[in-house]
């Protein structure tokens, strides 16, 4: 059983450009969350989705940033024109859904987006 | 929002010596505490984790505790050896809300 799996490991970027971060659940995990991380700092919440549904987007920048986890296919992370602040480590988590339980998340290794 | 504290920043023991890392939360309802090791260049990865219905829990030389009325729980490793040196998240979970701390480095020197 795979882990969580993210691509690309690595994304340089110039100002301006887009940066798109990809994030596969582990298998039968419908539930995933994106988290950033600067250097030397913890993970900061950025936004929790289930298929086709963000639930909670309350660590999302209101502007540039938006996350979809589509019916088919990975979570996408987009950055639209990037600036440097936005260099970080991307995390990706994810779990399966229990509504007796808290859900225990399991981490991809991330994405280091790099702004030129 | 829940606000998770965590202590200390950064922590350096020799081998062999034990290790306990410290964090507290706001909020009482949260009911889920995991504790991730973080690697360099790697991504977060569970150690262990407790849930508000119990007060201890062990693996290994890894141990956890919690204490709900006071809000704070600890992570205790016994026996350190050097490849425990990595950074350490605590986080407080209330309805999929997780929230971690600031994290502790760990570095057990040989």
């Known amino acids: 059983n795979a882990g969580v799996m993210q691509n690309p490991r690595h994304l340089v970027r110039r100002r301006g450009q887009e940066a798109r971060l990809r994030c596969s659940p582990m298998?039968?995990?419908?539930?995933v969350y994106w988290y950033r991380q600067l250097p030397e700092e913890g993970l900061k919440f950025m936004v929790y989705l289930q298929k086709e549904n963000i639930i909670d987007e309350s660590g999302m920048p209101k502007e540039r940033f938006s996350a979809e986890f589509p019916k088919e296919g990975p979570s996408i992370l987009r950055i639209q024109q990037v600036v440097r602040g936005d260099s970080a480590a991307y995390f990706c988590?994810?779990?399966?859904?229990?509504?007796?339980?808290?859900?225990?998340?399991?981490f991809g290794p991330g994405t280091r987006l790099t702004v030129l | 929002g829940e606000n998770v504290e965590q202590h200390p920043s950064t922590l350096s023991v020799q081998e062999g010596d034990s290790a306990v890392i410290k964090c507290t939360y706001s909020?009482?309802?949260?009911?889920?505490f995991p504790w991730y090791k973080q690697e360099l260049g790697k991504g977060p990865q569970l150690i262990i984790d407790?849930?508000?219905?119990?007060g201890e829990k062990k693996d290994q030389r890894i141990a956890v505790t919690l204490n709900k009325t006071a809000k704070h729980f600890s992570l205790h490793i016994t026996e350190t050896q050097p490849e425990d040196s990595a950074v350490y998240f605590c986080a407080a979970n209330v309805n999929n809300d997780m929230r971690f701390g600031a994290g502790t480095r760990l570095t057990v020197k040989p």
């Open positions: 909020d009482s309802a949260s009911n889920y």
């Open positions: 298998k039968g995990h419908s539930h």
């Open positions: 988590a994810s779990s399966h859904f229990d509504r007796s339980l808290p859900d225990t998340q399991y």
């Open positions: 407790i849930r508000s219905n119990v």
